[in-house]
């Protein structure tokens, strides 16, 4: 399959814990996009990478989230201390152009 | 006010019936315009990219009329494959073609 992963695909954690979430992008694929949906909302921009440079980060991304793209291939997006509004799909999106194309999705839950 | 919004339905149809979803944004700077469909618990797939002049693909039919900033899906025929929740999607200009979404309209199609 030469689509967009994520992994894990769904993860339980309790408040206050730590989470890495992994995107593998499709390879030739230079943009990549990370994206949080909650219930019955479309989902909401967090942040943008062309190559290794992370370019835009949305208000959305407290000081409690960081992301990253080591060399310019998977990214990982870490939420630190989590709280129960974490609790969301985060969407990967990776693109050459204006056709984004979505993996998965990590489903988050926070206890 | 949100930036792109929609009614949330749900379109409840029976099949073969022509249904329509609007949407109107808020940025007059939007300069890309997209129907992405989402199904249950799935990732969001690009139904149709929307031009000013109109477009058709099958059974479907986007319409753009910037100067209401409104948008529209039209779905002839409605097929029971068509149930999903379709999501409104704008590109700003000058946002690295982030996509900014509708909080989406669920349509359901029965026999």
């Known amino acids: 399959d030469t689509g967009v992963s994520q992994d894990p695909r769904h993860k339980i954690t309790k408040r206050g814990q730590n989470v890495t979430f992994r995107c593998d992008p499709i390879?030739?694929?230079?943009?990549l996009y990370w994206y949080r949906q909650t219930l019955g909302q479309g989902p909401e921009f967090l942040t943008y990478?062309?190559?290794?440079?992370?370019?835009?980060k949305s208000r959305l991304l407290s000081d409690r989230f960081s992301a990253e793209r080591p060399k310019g291939s998977f990214s990982t997006l870490e939420i630190q201390r989590t709280e129960q509004g974490d609790s969301a799909m985060y969407l990967c999106?990776?693109?050459?152009?204006?056709?984004?194309?979505f993996g998965p999705g990590t489903r988050l839950t926070v206890t | 006010r949100k930036e792109v919004e929609q009614d949330p339905g749900p379109f409840n149809v029976p099949e073969g019936a022509t249904v329509a979803f609007n949407c109107t944004y808020s940025?007059?700077?939007?300069?890309?315009f997209f129907w992405y469909r989402q199904d249950c618990r799935k990732e969001p797939k690009l139904l149709m990219s929307?031009?000013?002049s109109g477009n058709e693909d099958g059974r479907f039919t986007a319409q753009l009329n910037r100067a209401s900033q409104y948008i529209s899906l039209l779905i002839r025929d409605s097929k029971l494959s068509d149930s999903a929740t379709y999501l409104c999607?704008?590109?700003?200009?000058?946002?690295?073609?982030?996509?900014?979404f509708g909080a989406g309209t669920r349509l359901a199609v029965h026999p």
């Open positions: 999106a990776s693109s050459l152009g204006q056709e984004q194309y």
């Open positions: 390879s030739e694929h230079n943009r």
């Open positions: 940025n007059s700077a939007s300069q890309s």
């Open positions: 999607v704008v590109i700003v200009s000058g946002g690295y073609n982030k996509l900014i």
């Open positions: 990478f062309q190559n290794e440079a992370q370019l835009e």
């Open positions: 929307v031009y000013s």
